[in-house]
């Protein structure tokens, strides 16, 4: 990291895909002067912090990286179908030191406050070790998966042995011959079993949730294979970015309920035997996320094959969800094959719920004591808005984010919200629920060309007007009702965190929908956002 200057044009926070990408454009293409910040003692995000046997990506990898520079899209390979950790905080370490970056990245160091001073349309920013700095633009790359939920058990302070979220892994901590429990089966918690029950010495599962789990597929890639894909990049990219969920494969335009039972079953043991979790959900038939027939029979198909799977009846009870299939889909190899294992122990919560943990482990209301050395939390995040409240981030007026977002957090676009001028969100509330990188791609480049506008023009500040926030919920929030996504409980709408807001989090009509948006937006001059015009800007 170079220099000692505290005044920048722009300050990024976070340095995961969205602030590594956001601090190449604003640096290496505008030509401003940043600075990123980093609580994290590496970059990557998600992929520094989440260590965990088993992480991986449950995108495809040919498409779970970025596509912005041709070059480096040839230059970068991949051996296996989904991206290990490992693999994923290596390339985004290549990206860094690709495009120079690092030398702006302030590593080991937490945003703790910032706030719009209005008389020099300047944002000030406080850092945790004392650090006082100023920037005329604030970029936060937050993350929307990255702020921990830890949930509030009684004794989980008193645990002797080793307790750790999932995203906040030791490096050193091996799970070789360990009784290891885990709280959880979300996406971590099914990765994180499949990789845990072989090196075990036991693994208990703490399942609350049952989970419709499909495979993933995975596997090695054959360098052919990945040629041929390098080859066929322009096309992909194309596809992706004009998709629904930007996973790299076609969304079926089929109702289940128009082809014959036969055909229906045809179809999903094909996609079963593809794998993966999207796939299963939006490229077997058109309707499965918003017609309860069509869901219900994707759900039917996987139970039928946990019940032909599981060998315990009781097991295979207590693993079969009920509910609708309207989570994000998830995928995993042998998730439900590992319940076979003798050395593998499931406690359904829900029926036999967790009264303490107590120094030894986990007691559960049938008075068992689940005796542990190791306890995962892979309870899940405090999603979208949890690492914005948890800075002291203050708009106009010095209006904190909790009270401007004491319904829910708005935005417009994703990537705006009123009263905070000057700011820009990745990933912020409202944004796309899809595949991220191409998602985060189309928000970096947005924001930044409405920087470079912003520029030319001697804009000294920029906000959304309210009515167009209001506006872009109202959208949000009429398309999340088209689906049914609403009828069931988890982080999309926040409600997997005690005493948080119950409310719509994404835009779901897709990419392709969200581009055009974007497009259309910046097309008509930046409508429904307001252009303080002035000398302060210049002042700082
Ligand atoms: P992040 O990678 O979360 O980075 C945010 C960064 O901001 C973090 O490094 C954090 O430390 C930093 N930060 C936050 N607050 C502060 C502060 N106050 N001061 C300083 N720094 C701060 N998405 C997919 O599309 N496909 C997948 O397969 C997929 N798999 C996932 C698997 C796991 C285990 C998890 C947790 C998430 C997964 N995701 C996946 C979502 C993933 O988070 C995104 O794909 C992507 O990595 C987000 O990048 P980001 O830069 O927006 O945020
Ligand atoms: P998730 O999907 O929120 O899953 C968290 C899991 O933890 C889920 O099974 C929860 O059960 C369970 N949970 C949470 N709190 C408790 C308590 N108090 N007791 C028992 N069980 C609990 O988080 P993930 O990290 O798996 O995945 C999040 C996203 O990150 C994922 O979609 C990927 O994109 C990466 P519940 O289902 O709420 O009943």
Redesign the pocket.
């Known amino acids: 990291m170079s220099g000692t200057t505290t005044d920048f044009d722009a300050i990024v926070i976070g340095s995961g895909f969205g602030g590594i990408y956001m601090l190449h454009k604003l640096r290496n293409e505008l030509g401003l002067t940043v600075r990123a910040f980093e609580k994290g003692g590496g970059v990557g995000g998600t992929w520094y912090f989440n260590r965990y046997p088993g992480a991986k990506s449950?995108t495809e990898g040919f498409v779970y990286r970025y596509s912005f520079d041709r070059d480096l899209l040839q230059e970068w390979d991949w051996s296996t179908r989904y991206l290990e950790q490992s693999a994923i905080e290596e390339y985004l370490n290549h990206v860094v030191d690709r495009f120079d970056l690092r030398r702006d990245i302030q590593l080991d160091t937490e945003v703790t406050g910032a706030a719009f001073d209005e008389s020099r349309n300047v944002w000030r920013v406080r850092t945790g070790d004392g650090g006082e700095f100023t920037s005329r633009y604030l970029v936060t790359a937050l993350g929307l998966?990255a702020k921990t939920?830890i949930?509030a058990?009684p004794g989980i302070d008193r645990f002797a042995g080793t307790l750790t979220h999932?995203n906040a892994w030791p490096a050193d901590l091996d799970i070789t011959g360990k009784r290891v429990g885990v709280?959880?089966?979300?996406?971590?918690?099914t990765q994180f079993i499949v990789a845990a029950a072989p090196v075990a010495g036991h693994l208990t599962v703490?399942?609350?949730?049952p989970?419709y789990v499909v495979p993933s597929g995975n596997g090695p890639v054959e360098q052919a294979e990945v040629d041929e894909t390098k080859r066929n990049f322009d096309a992909i990219w194309d596809q992706v970015r004009n998709s629904v969920v930007a996973f790299g494969f076609e969304e079926s335009g089929v109702e289940a309920g128009s082809v014959s039972e036969e055909e229906r079953e045809r179809v999903f043991q094909e996609n079963w035997d593809k794998g993966n979790g999207f796939r299963f959900m939006f490229g077997t038939f058109a309707d499965i996320a918003t017609n309860p027939e069509a869901n219900e029979a994707a759900a039917a198909f996987i139970r039928s094959k946990i019940a032909q799977i599981v060998t315990d009846p009781e097991t295979a009870r207590k693993l079969t969800p009920t509910e609708v299939y309207a989570?994000?889909p998830l995928c995993n190899e042998g998730y439900f094959e590992t319940f076979n294992r003798d050395d593998v122990t499931l406690v359904s919560?829900r029926e036999n719920a967790?009264e303490e943990i107590t120094p030894a482990g986990v007691r559960t209301a049938d008075g068992v004591e689940h005796e542990l050395d190791v306890l995962v939390l892979?309870?899940?995040?405090d999603a979208v808005d949890g690492n914005y409240r948890s800075m002291d981030l203050r708009g106009r007026d010095g209006t904190h984010i909790d009270e401007h977002w004491s319904h829910g957090p708005t935005s417009y676009l994703g990537v705006s919200t009123h009263g905070f001028p000057n700011m820009f969100m990745i990933l912020g509330p409202n944004g796309p629920f899809t595949n991220l990188p191409p998602s985060i791609e189309a928000q970096v480049e947005w924001i930044s060309d409405l920087i470079a506008s912003a520029e030319r023009d001697g804009v000294a500040a920029v906000e959304p007007t309210r009515q167009a926030e209001d506006g872009w919920t109202e959208l949000c929030a009429t398309i999340a009702d088209m689906t049914l996504f609403p009828k069931v409980?988890?982080?999309i709408f926040g409600q997997?965190v005690a005493g948080k807001t119950s409310t719509v989090m994404f835009y779901m009509a897709g990419i392709g929908a969200y581009r055009q948006k974007l497009a259309e937006v910046r097309g008509a001059g930046y409508e429904g956002l307001t252009m303080h015009r002035g000398a302060a800007a210049a002042a700082v």
């Open positions: 449950d998966l939920n949930p058990i999932t709280i959880g089966t979300g996406s971590t918690g703490f399942q609350r949730s989970q989570k994000r919560v967790i892979a309870t899940g995040f409980e988890s982080w997997n």
